[in-house]
């Protein structure tokens, strides 16, 4: 019904938003504007997020693909998530950023979350249990093939995701490193709950923004950090190539 409401507004139907079975979604709006542009895919007018957060709709090879900007925190992204589900999609590949406190694991890396630490409030709504918080394996594995393929690194393993990352204490970052944790980001746990509630396909692939085992090493704006997260895009578009159904 909210949807419907949203698209009456526009003046237009879900049908009209052109919501493809699998999104592409990141909080670097910047990251979706450059798929969207390397697939020729455009913008949907109707899209009510727009034009904070647009919404592009291609094609790679066969596939239909939506690309959507993200709100920053697990309750946005995951409201967003829901009406896109909602509007027809099925699979939901997020391209976003997270913090190391692993020395393994430094600025550039990639993660391939497959478990959760969640210290958000979202994941609670859908899922009681921490241990029912799990990415859908074929996206994982065709994850996993595209990063060999295009040579990027990237570890699978746990991670932790809070609402709070002013409260990311040292204590707790040591302890977490010492449980093998990879990192940090304030959405992962939310959109698994999210996906294994609605029955509908979630992985994310998060990139190395900062570094958090020592003293605070960001990345924000540099080189290094564009260029991984460039890598990072082409791994998630040929992820896409070679889905099916």
């Known amino acids: 019904m909210a949807v419907e409401y949203q698209a009456s507004q526009r003046e237009a139907s879900i049908e009209q938003l ?12 910047g990251a979706v504007k450059s798929m969207a542009e390397t697939t020729g895919a455009i913008d949907s007018p109707s899209w009510w997020w727009a034009p904070r957060f647009p919404l592009y709709n291609g094609k790679i090879g066969t596939h239909n693909v939506s690309f959507a900007s993200f709100p920053l925190g697990a309750p946005a992204t995951v409201l967003v998530m829901e009406e896109l589900i909602a509007c027809g999609a099925r699979a939901f590949l997020g391209l976003g950023l997270a913090g190391s406190i692993q020395p393994e694991a430094p600025i550039g890396t990639c993660f391939i979350p497959t478990s959760c630490i969640r210290e958000e409030g979202t994941s609670p709504h859908y ?7 799990r990415p859908a394996q074929r996206l994982v594995r065709a994850l996993e093939k595209a990063r060999v393929k295009k040579g990027v690194v990237a570890y699978t393993g746990p991670i932790w995701t809070t609402d709070a990352p002013y409260r990311e204490m040292v204590t707790t970052i040591e302890n977490y490193r010492l449980r093998d944790v990879l990192g940090v980001d304030m959405e992962t746990s939310a959109m698994y709950a999210l996906g294994v509630y609605r029955n509908v ?12 085992w020592r003293d605070w090493r960001p990345a924000f704006g540099r080189p290094e950090l564009k260029e991984a997260l460039k890598k990072a895009e082409e791994v998630v578009l040929e992820t896409v190539g070679t889905l099916r159904g």
């Open 18 to 29: 052109g919501v493809a079975p699998i999104v592409v979604g990141s909080w670097d709006l």
């Open 127 to 133: 899922l009681a249990s921490d241990d029912g918080i």
């Open 201 to 212: 396909e979630v992985c994310n692939f998060l990139v190395v923004s900062d570094e958090l």
